[in-house]
């Protein structure tokens, strides 16, 4: 069974039909948003909009409740849900941050998706990266850790105990979104042999619809 899975922060999202198009074109099983911004008083807020438009179930995970309007994690899944945790990765004086870790069912088989996006600062990240770590190692397999991890440092403590974990991952470029530099976003399997790909998606209106471009990897479950 092949399914595709994708992790895109979507920058505020200032144009869900633009945002739209390029979901569109990823044709992933389960996408992990970030930076999503949604009115929680409106009829059809962006969360809803984007799942009734490309046809798929939609799971929050937001990281700031505020009066005008909430702003995290979202899940995008054509999966069956069988289960939702939201995880709490804050550090006092940052930025609130979290992760939203999902079951679902790929076949008969259990899949757990794991989104999130960390900090800006070294010290932030590394601490909510074994946080991360903790909840993969409990989690059921296989699992899926994507999301934008903000790590620019290619031998941070982060990314090395990533590496030692999951084992070497393919890790394209994706921002900024014009002219890719930096990995920021990345996705990492559980077992690696269930892994068969990874690409950043820069076509279309990919490269302006925001400052990441989205990643897309193909899993070969068994």
Request: net charge positive; proline share 9%; aromatic share 6%.
């Amino acid at each position: 069974m092949r399914i595709a899975v994708a992790t895109y922060n979507v920058h505020g999202c200032p144009d869900p039909a633009r945002t739209a198009q390029v979901l569109s074109a990823l044709d992933a099983d389960v996408i992990a948003l970030q930076e999503l911004r949604w009115r929680p008083w409106e009829a059809l807020h962006v969360l809803d909009e984007l799942a009734s438009r490309l046809g798929y179930a939609p799971l929050a995970g937001p990281t700031l409740l505020r009066p005008d309007g909430h702003y995290g994690n979202a899940l995008l899944t054509r999966l069956p849900v069988a289960h939702v945790r939201l995880e709490d990765l804050s550090v006092p004086g940052r930025e609130p941050r979290g992760a939203l870790a999902a079951v679902l069912r790929a076949g008969a088989q259990p899949l757990t998706v794991i989104a999130t996006h960390l900090g800006l600062a070294p010290g932030e990240r590394r601490r909510q990266m074994r946080r991360l770590l903790a909840l993969v190692r409990a989690s059921a397999k296989p699992v899926v850790l994507l999301g934008d991890l903000n790590e620019w440092f290619l031998w941070g403590r982060p990314l090395r105990w990533l590496r030692a974990h999951f084992g070497r991952t393919p890790a394209p470029a994706t921002f900024p979104a014009r002219w890719p530099l930096f990995a920021l976003d990345r996705i990492w399997v559980e077992p690696a042999r269930l892994l068969d790909g990874v690409q950043a998606c820069g076509a279309g209106l990919a490269k302006t619809a925001s400052d990441h471009l989205p990643l897309r990897a193909t899993l070969a479950l068994h």
